[in-house]
């Protein structure tokens, strides 16, 4: 059974920093693997998708990797910002069920 | 991309009483799916909406409790029935995320069941 799970569960930084979320994944038989955020008490919000045969994605401040074979993917954020804080969640697209599993996630309060 | 629209955003609902959310898509889709978010916890798939189908309920859900209209390709309906304080959730209405493509979401019912 596919199980997701993201280190640290909450992060305080100071604004200006570079920082990194971690997810990893149990079974490396994904389609893809997506970085969510998600604002106290809202939906989520799409932030980068990495296919299985690609390592890494980028858009802006944002660099997400992809090591399918380790079960590991990490989120780079350069240069935060304080209206970084939320929520961050990653999931996996299972390939034997077709099914998103999602992390627990990781809560992000970036200091002014 | 796709942009979901859903209502309502938040609702403070008696106990024993039905709530009917809402999910409105931009573009014509094949599936849609329902999740549940409860308090501190991350997403749980609820089910999966076909067009001109019954919608498939993953384990724990029954349709009972959770009936899902899918009148046409755009449009779902979720209805958490008969509320207990239990329901106290977000739930979520999302597209994609099957065949490898990127999933969206909408922005979320906040529920409140007293």
Redesign the interface.
């Known amino acids: 059974k596919q199980e997701v799970t993201q280190i640290p569960a909450a992060l305080s930084v100071p604004e200006g920093e570079n920082l990194v979320l971690n997810c990893s994944f149990t079974d490396s038989a994904i ?2 693997l ?1 970085w ?1 955020r998600q604002d106290p ?6 932030l980068l ?1 990495i ?1 299985s045969s690609q390592r890494e994605q980028t858009s802006g401040r944002l660099n997400a990797s992809l090591d399918k074979s380790s079960g590991r993917s990490t989120l780079y954020i350069a240069a935060s910002q304080p209206g970084d804080s939320a929520t961050y ?1 990653c ?1 996996v ?1 299972a390939s034997n069920t ?3 599993i ?4 990781t809560t992000l309060q970036v200091k002014p | 991309s796709a942009v979901i629209s859903q209502k309502p955003s938040r609702d403070i609902c008696q106990r024993g009483t039905s709530l009917t959310i809402q999910c409105q898509v931009d573009s014509q889709v094949t599936m849609m799916f329902w999740y549940r978010q409860q308090p501190g916890q991350s997403l749980t798939l609820i089910a999966t909406a076909n067009q001109g189908s019954e919608a498939t309920y993953e384990s724990g859900f029954v349709i009972d409790k959770f009936p899902i209209s899918r009148p046409n390709l755009t449009f779902s309906t979720l209805t958490v029935s008969n509320m207990s304080p239990e329901d106290s959730s977000i739930y979520l209405c999302s597209v994609g995320g099957d065949l490898g493509t990127e999933a969206f979401f909408g922005q979320g019912t906040r529920l409140t069941v007293v």
Do not use: D, E, R
């Open positions: 389609y893809n997506q969510f008490g809202k939906g989520l919000t799409s998708l296919q969640l999931a697209l077709g099914k998103l999602f992390g627990q996630g």
